[in-house]
């Protein structure tokens, strides 16, 4: 199946309690191209960067299937900008600037050739583009996705409502969950989200796993421990664009798939993290990841005689 990608395209600094970068590339609908690719090669990206973007990252994504027809470079403007600092657990952060930048303006308009997608995923960013998509489209896609965050949440929470009410799933974290349903039980959140409007709700949970909600059916997959994380951010896109990727490229959106599709969205983000920005995701070969997906399997393998 095609998979039609918006988010941003960004550069990003990042601070942890170890490690430190300036400028580094990064961005949700970056990561989630970068990831999906690992499953299909046939991917649109709608996105805007600013005539500073890394020009080398735009050939690689090419070079991996991603149309970037659809991606709008503005001259003279810079690319949207964001900066985190992350806590001694390596799990929360704090953003200490959004720098909007093109994203202020951007008005994202689907090529002709982007307009009947099979599966789309609506990356993090302001709900209204996300709706802005959803209406150019000629076709429904058999799964809408969307990712948000708690800036968009405070920032634009009437956009955020109606998106919700458009889409099948919400992939979100913990700490968002919580408050986009103002309660702290996340399988209590979990009924308030579905009843916004996504059937479907991923919740991620950092190194300790994500849950997937479905009528009245969970599935809980286990994050991978791993001895370093050398920088979380992108984790989140690059789980989102490994979970869409593997129902792509499988043709299947059941339940059931899902469940697999989360194995391998964890088992891609337990390498984001492994490096700054997208650079071990280039690297990534398919035996390192099938290893990987493995040891996922092992994690949980056992037996009780009931
Ligand atoms: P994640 O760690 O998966 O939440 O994603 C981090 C990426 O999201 C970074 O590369 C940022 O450039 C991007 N990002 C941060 N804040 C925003 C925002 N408000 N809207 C869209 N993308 C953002």
């Known amino acids: 199946m095609n998979l039609l990608v918006i988010g941003t395209v960004a550069f990003d600094a990042i601070e942890t309690p170890f490690n430190k970068i300036e400028k580094i590339t990064g961005g949700s609908g970056n990561y989630i191209c970068h990831s999906a690719a690992h499953f299909i090669n046939d991917m649109n990206l709608v996105a805007v960067v600013g005539d500073d973007f890394d020009q080398d990252e735009l050939k690689y994504l090419k070079s991996k299937g991603v149309n970037l027809d659809g ?58 583009l996300q709706i802005k998509v959803i209406e150019q489209l000629e076709n429904r896609p058999q799964l809408i996705a969307m990712d948000t965050m708690n ?45 916004k409007g996504p059937k479907y709700l ?14 009245n059916r969970i599935f809980f997959a286990p994050a991978l421990p791993l001895e370093e994380v050398y920088d ?12 869409m990727g593997y129902l792509a490229q499988t043709n299947d959106i059941s339940f059931e798939n899902m469940k697999r599709a989360i194995i391998y969205g964890s088992a891609m983000a337990s390498f984001c993290v492994e490096k700054f920005g997208p650079e071990r995701l280039k690297t990534i070969t398919n035996e390192e990841l099938q290893d990987r997906v493995q040891a996922f399997v092992n994690l949980v ?3 009780i005689e009931l």
Do not use: C
Request: aromatic residues 10%; glycine residues 8%.
């Open 232 to 243: 979380p951010t992108g984790a989140g896109d690059t789980f989102a664009g490994g979970f």
């Open 151 to 195: 800036f968009w949440m405070d920032q634009t929470p009437e956009a955020l409502d109606k998106v919700l009410k458009m889409v099948d799933l919400l992939i979100i974290n913990d700490e968002e969950s919580r408050q986009l349903s103002g309660v702290s039980s996340l399988v209590k959140a979990a009924s308030i989200i579905k009843s």
């Open 71 to 128: 991606l709008q470079i503005k001259a003279g403007e810079k690319s949207f900008f964001w900066s985190g600092r992350y806590h001694l657990n390596m799990n929360s952060r704090d953003t200490l600037a959004t720098d909007l930048n093109v994203l202020a303006n951007f008005d994202p308009i689907l090529p002709e050739s982007y307009k009947q997608p099979e599966m789309l995923i609506l990356g993090n960013i302001d709900p209204h």
């Open 202 to 215: 991923i919740i991620k949970k950092g190194e300790h796993g994500a849950l997937l909600f479905h009528e």
């Open 301 to 303: 393998d056992f037996n």
